[in-house]
């Protein structure tokens, strides 16, 4: 057999001149107009400025990231990596390989210059052929003049990055730090930038690589506050996701009916989230029974039976890539039963003493432990901890936390353009950090009684619920964003009975 026989190329690619010519001429010109600047570009030329003042007369390079493959020749759907589209505000699906890099000026400001493959002419055969860039496959890509007017930042086309980043750094000139993570190529580029400026030794190495997870840690720390406009997109991932909740709480008698109703939840919450927003932030737990006592229950693939609780938690991501991340857990029978409805209100009261502790002069810690005393004395009155133990035993960091058996996880954690926001923060600035106004976090409390769970009362064995809300911390306290949605047991029983609509 020859070579050529053994090519695993499935595609004819023709190359005649003819035919190139008849796939490039016979378009209608394309519109001159630029769109405006937006709005998402002027708040991120803010965190810019932020971000160079605390690097000054550094040269920072903050990737996209590239398309990552699912299968052969087919892609995930693009999404950028967050410092990028905090930086740019640029979201969903934008822009495969892009850079951005802020160059030192020398009044101490910086210049942000956005690197990326713009629009292929038609006369190159990219236009047709590229299945990743071509417009023929994936649409009309921006071009550097759209790009720049959008977002109100100098655009280049990215064949120039290797060399714009190399410009000047040195031993004795411009330091450069990079966002590894967020494109491992990009990553590469900037390492043999810097062995060729000769900072290549052991210690250089070690030296540039805690000056880039510096930076990462700076981006992340940086987005613990949120900005009005942040705080905006938060508002609406979260009216969006009231409104898929509705839409399955709507379809419960279905789920109950088709069988394999985990996923048919999945697929409900997952059609609004797609129609209102970009898609869901995360992986929907739809998870009913005791699925519910698995904390990321993401398989979704089990029945719903009419005296089952459902734990749904799910969040709507809007197109700008911020995520809301609510639970609520819903009797499918539209009553809970009185067993169920004790561990409810025991929930919902820890939830409770959390989002009273969600205020400013308050540490972020101090939200899970106003939530986790409440757990912890139910789970004494109940009789479920150790024999003997006292229930500030049971607090004591160290010696205790016998509670956790059924409430494993924390209260609360930073919400935003990732689900778990900030996540590279120092513990200083997070978990022992003041709540700021701006911030904006989840309060999450749960019990979690496993089937097999041996030492609880079988009455409880398979009863899992959580109940979570996302909340902004104001002036003077915090204001619950998802309060549209109903909380209590009673509020809970009528939004089912009614067949998802809000009293
Ligand atoms: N949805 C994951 C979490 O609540 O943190
Ligand atoms: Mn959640
Ligand atoms: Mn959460």
């Known amino acids: 057999m020859s070579e ?19 796939m490039r001429d016979g378009w209608a010109p394309r519109t001159g107009s630029l769109p405006e600047l937006t709005e998402a570009a002027r708040y991120a030329a803010a965190r810019r400025e932020v971000l160079a003042a605390t690097f000054p007369g550094e040269r920072l390079v903050v990737p996209a990231g590239g398309l990552k493959i699912r299968s052969n020749d087919t892609d995930y759907v693009f999404r950028p990596h967050s410092a990028f589209a905090h930086l740019t505000g640029l979201g969903a699906d934008r822009e495969p390989d892009a850079v951005l890099v802020l160059d030192p000026l020398p009044e101490g400001r910086h210049r942000a210059t956005l690197y990326f493959a713009p629009l292929a002419d038609r006369d190159s055969p990219d236009f047709f052929t590229d299945s990743r860039v071509g417009e023929f496959w994936v649409g009309a890509r921006p071009t550097l003049d759209s790009a720049s007017a959008e977002l109100g930042l100098t655009t280049r086309h990215l064949a120039e990055l290797d060399d714009a980043v190399a410009k000047d ?56 506050v949120k900005d009005d406009w942040e705080v905006r997109q938060m508002e609406e991932a979260v009216q969006s996701t009231a409104t898929a909740f509705d839409a399955v709480v709507e379809q419960l008698p279905e789920a109950v009916r088709r069988g394999r109703g985990e996923r048919w939840i999945e697929g409900v919450f997952g059609l609004h989230a797609r129609h209102t927003g970009n898609g869901v932030g995360y992986d929907s737990i739809c998870a009913a ?57 025991a929930v919902l009261e820890a939830q409770e003493a959390g989002l009273a502790a969600a205020r400013p002069g308050n540490r972020f810690q101090d939200v899970h ?3 986790i005393e409440v757990i912890a004395r139910h789970l004494l009155d109940w009789g479920l901890l150790p024999e003997g133990i006292t229930l500030e035993q049971t607090l004591d960091a160290q010696e205790g936390q016998f509670h956790r058996r059924w409430m494993v996880h924390g209260t609360s954690h930073h919400l935003g353009i990732d689900v778990h926001d900030c996540a590279q923060a120092l513990r200083e600035d997070y978990v022992e950090g003041e709540l700021r106004e701006g911030m904006v976090l989840t309060v999450e409390p749960g019990l979690y009684f496993k089937a097999d769970d041996l030492l609880v009362p079988e009455e409880l064995r398979g009863i899992g619920v959580r109940i979570e809300d996302d909340v902004v911390i104001t002036a003077d306290g915090a204001r619950n964003l998802s309060a549209m949605l109903p909380r209590t047991a009673d509020e809970v029983e009528a939004w089912v009975q009614g067949g998802g609509r809000r009293g």
Do not use: C
């Not at 050529?4 to 008849?22: D, L």
């Not at 039976?305 to 749904?312: A, I, R, T």
């Not at 991501?317 to 639970?327: I, N, R």
């Open 169 to 224: 750094v040195g031993p004795s000139g411009l330091a450069v730090r990079v966002v590894r993570e967020a494109d491992r190529e990009v990553a590469g580029i900037v390492d043999r930038i810097r062995t060729q400026a000769g900072l290549a030794s052991t210690e250089a190495v070690e030296a540039s690589a805690q000056a880039d997870a510096e930076l990462s840690r700076a981006l992340s720390t940086q987005r613990l």
């Open 289 to 345: 029974g005791d699925h519910a006592t698995t904390l990321h229950w993401i398989r979704n693939t089990g029945e719903v039976h009419e005296g089952d609780l459902l734990l749904l938690d799910a969040g709507v991501e809007t197109d700008s890539l911020y995520t809301a991340d609510v639970t609520r857990t819903v009797p499918v029978s539209g009553t809970f039963t009185e067993v169920q409805r004790r561990v409810y209100d």
């Open 369 to 371: 432990a106003a939530a």
């Open 4 to 22: 050529k026989q053994h090519k695993a190329e499935h595609r004819n690619r023709p190359t005649g001149e003819a035919f190139m010519a008849f």
